[in-house]
């Protein structure tokens, strides 16, 4: 450096040198913009989401099926969609969803078998899967397969009274558990399993003897009522619609998916009750939870129904 | 010792140019107010939002955002704003203090005026459809209050021998900017394009009541027994139309650039300065200005903003924005035309434009079964005080620059379920800190 001085020229040696710092470290903030601008399976999801929303059913599997090469796992994740909208990263779920809307339903069930066997959606996700498989299989002209619900419906047949707008279906329950994950059979004369994750609470860890089944009875009362609520409000929902329907709303006529669903989501709130109302009985939390959760996604899927056919 | 009273007596005698903007009512060097992004988040990460615009407050921040959306949106937010306004109080501005009186003090004792405000500061709905988005908004674009008084300032006469004081002043000022308006967003090549137009309403009221000095010219100010020696107001309750135009650029999720555009409409304002007092007339009145066509200029404002998240968890956003506050001043009205015994030109007062720099970051923790964000950031604010350059040294005193200004801001979020979504921010610098809080709805 000195020699450059020396030489009373300008160093541009020496001013190259000062400089790279300077280079390096744009090279490498510009690497990694470039870098991280790529596309991963967080950015397919979210056009995935997006093209769900404007109803672009073709798009959002194009996309989502992208997510699902990049990221195979179903995790549950909170990805960002856009601010603070966030989604749960369950891409076998929304394509069933692309899928049943484009009525391709052997890809639609497809999809949502694989999304319950990653074990990630929640209840109510859960619950809205049932009704859309319960679609799809009527219209492929296979078994209905409800929800098989604790209790009273171990002998394989359901007494299920026919749900309104059901009444050309027998309904029975299928042991093998189409619509639900296998479950644990439970036993009367024990405590139920703790859920996995599902309950609040956890038996195995309250210390004995300071009123755990106390605990228990009184959270299960409290999810009890909760069903109940969903139950008679889906019920509410439900017969106004059929109301609708047997009137001739235009928006029935011209779309018989609305139909379908509406007969499915009754399916649903039947399960529901059935299964509220055996485990119940049994003390079995888990499965008055899962009756919450399917009433309140029928209730869910009751309402959309209503704005798709206003009031 | 000869002591002038410095007072209003000068007037506008002269024809008046077609149109005016502020005028050397003391009171305008004081007014505080900057044009900050709506929204809590926006407001958390020091303002920086024009690269992300990403839910309803982009109908006023960049309407280019609203495409982002794809799900209707309510947005409500509520500010409250801490201001701490100073003035030339009392003392001495040159010379040596007589020990007269309240002349004792050498050099110049700034005052602070507190006022606090609080509203609804912005209200948006935003409809997306597959192609456009429209959307319907509300913002408080400025809200300032202050009042104060002052003791009245000795200094060396420039035109002769002796002192001269500033008459003691009781002030308020009270400016309001609102607006409501429709924004519509569509695509234009590889850019999202937002058009704003919207009824923008301003209602100014300042006024200011100068006392003699009842006793003594080196005695303390009273305001209860001085007898009021001239007033003057400015007056606004006009609307007009205004509009932002945006543009925004997303080379993917991750990294973003907004362009905006925010034209600020001319405003009637009256501007009135007489003797005496409005509530105690001391015939016969004369009334030095009476100027109903003069104008109040709001500023236009231009930025450019990057946003850039290298993860689901972290962005980063980077804005800088153009404040154009010196056309406030473009068409500057002199109501004192002689101070001091010297003239005052409009060309002596100075508004700079403000180039604000502004940096936010955002961190999500997303594998929270409801998304908690922390938000954190700050922003330059340059000086925009009228000030004089040239001119009387006594109106130097009244109009006096300000200092430089940094703002730090920090603020958290929340998502509660998935369509429903609360923040909450506070800015906070020398002259004014800001709370906010805002709720939004996605159906």
């Known amino acids: 450096m000195g020699g450059c001085r020396d030489r009373g020229a300008p160093c541009r040696g020496h001013t190259a040198a000062r400089l790279r710092p300077v280079f390096l470290v744009a090279t490498a903030l510009l690497a990694t913009i470039a870098r991280s601008a790529t596309a991963g399976y967080p950015e397919s999801f979210r056009a995935g989401i997006i093209a769900i929303d404007k109803k672009d059913w073709a798009r959002a599997a194009q996309a989502l099926e992208q997510a699902i090469d990049l990221q195979p796992r179903e995790t549950g994740k909170n990805l960002r969609i856009y601010g603070m909208r966030f989604e749960r990263y369950l891409p076998y779920y929304y394509l069933g969803l692309a899928h049943y809307r484009m009525r391709d339903c052997d890809k639609a069930l497809q999809a949502f078998e694989t999304a319950r066997d990653h074990g990630a959606l929640g209840g109510i996700l859960r619950g809205r899967v049932e009704i859309y498989s319960d679609v799809c299989r009527q219209r492929l002209g296979r078994p209905l397969v409800v929800s098989q619900p604790a209790g009273p419906s171990r002998s394989g047949v359901s007494s299920s009274p026919a749900a309104p707008g059901s009444s050309r279906v027998a309904t029975a329950t299928s042991p093998s558990g189409g619509g639900d994950p296998p479950r644990a059979k439970p036993n009367p004369s024990t405590p139920p399993a703790p859920p996995s994750g599902s309950s609040p609470l956890n038996a195995s860890t309250q210390p004995s003897g300071i009123g755990t089944g106390e605990v228990r009875q009184q959270q299960l009362s409290k999810v009890s009522r909760e069903a109940e609520e969903l139950l008679r409000r889906g019920r509410e929902l439900a017969a106004k619609l059929e109301q609708r329907r047997h009137a001739g709303a235009t928006a029935f006529r011209r779309d018989p998916d609305l139909a379908e669903e509406l007969a499915a989501a009754n399916r649903l709130l039947s399960s529901a009750s059935f299964r509220l109302e055996g485990s119940r009985r049994e003390g079995d939390l888990d499965g008055v939870e899962r009756a919450r959760d399917q009433a309140e996604a029928a209730c869910q899927v009751l309402k959309e129904l209503q704005a798709a056919v206003g009031r | ?443």
């Open chain 2, 1 to 443: 010792m000869r002591l002038t009273m410095v007072t209003a007596l000068a007037v506008a005698l002269l024809a008046a140019p077609a149109a005016w903007a502020q005028t050397d009512d003391e009171v305008n060097a004081a007014v505080q107010f900057n044009f900050s992004t709506p929204g809590a988040r926006s407001l958390a990460m020091g303002g920086a939002f024009l690269g992300s615009v990403d839910d309803a407050t982009a109908a006023y921040a960049n309407p280019a955002g609203l495409l982002q959306l794809t799900e209707p949106e309510v947005l409500v937010e509520g500010r409250r704003w801490r201001y701490s306004t100073q003035f030339a109080d009392r003392g001495r501005a040159s010379g040596v203090p007589t020990g007269f009186g309240v002349d004792t003090v050498a050099g110049v004792e700034l005052g602070t005026a507190e006022s606090e405000l609080s509203g609804i500061s912005y209200a948006a709905f935003v409809y997306p459809r597959p192609r456009w988005a429209w959307a319907a908004f509300y913002h408080q674009t400025a809200k300032f209050q202050t009042a104060f008084e002052t003791g009245g300032i000795f200094a060396e006469s420039q035109s002769g021998p002796g002192d001269v004081r500033l008459l003691p002043i009781q002030t308020f000022y009270d400016l309001d900017v609102s607006q409501a308006g429709l924004a519509v967003a569509g695509r234009w090549g590889g850019w999202a394009v937002g058009l704003a137009v919207s009824d923008v309403s301003l209602r100014l009221d300042s006024f200011t009541q100068r006392y003699d000095l009842p006793t003594s010219s080196y005695g303390p100010a009273d305001f209860r027994r001085g007898t009021p020696a001239n007033f003057q107001t400015q007056q606004a309750d006009s609307d007009e139309v205004g509009f932002v135009l945006g543009l925004r650029w997303d080379r993917s999720e991750k990294v973003s650039l907004g362009l905006v555009y925010r034209y600020g409409p001319e405003f009637d304002l009256a501007v009135l300065s007489s003797s005496d007092s409005p509530g105690v007339p001391v015939p016969p009145r004369v009334i030095f200005t009476d100027k109903p066509d003069a104008v109040f200029n709001l500023p236009d404002v231009a930025g450019l903003g990057l946003t850039f998240r290298p993860s689901q968890a972290w962005t980063v956003t980077f804005d800088v924005d153009w404040v154009g506050y010196s056309q406030l001043n473009e068409k500057f009205f002199v109501i004192f035309e002689e101070v001091d015994g010297l003239p005052v030109q409009a060309e002596d007062f100075v508004l700079d434009d403000a180039t604000e720099v502004h940096l936010g970051f955002e961190y999500v923790w997303t594998h929270l079964r409801t998304p908690i964000a922390l938000r954190f950031g700050g922003w330059y604010d340059p000086d925009h005080r009228l000030r004089t350059e040239t001119g009387p040294a006594l109106n130097a005193v009244r109009f006096f620059p300000g200092d430089d200004e940094i703002h730090y801001s920090a603020g958290l979020g929340w998502v509660l379920g998935s369509h429903f979504q609360v923040d909450a921010a506070a800015d906070f610098s020398d002259i004014v800190d800001t709370a906010s809080v805002s709720a939004a709805v996605r159906f």
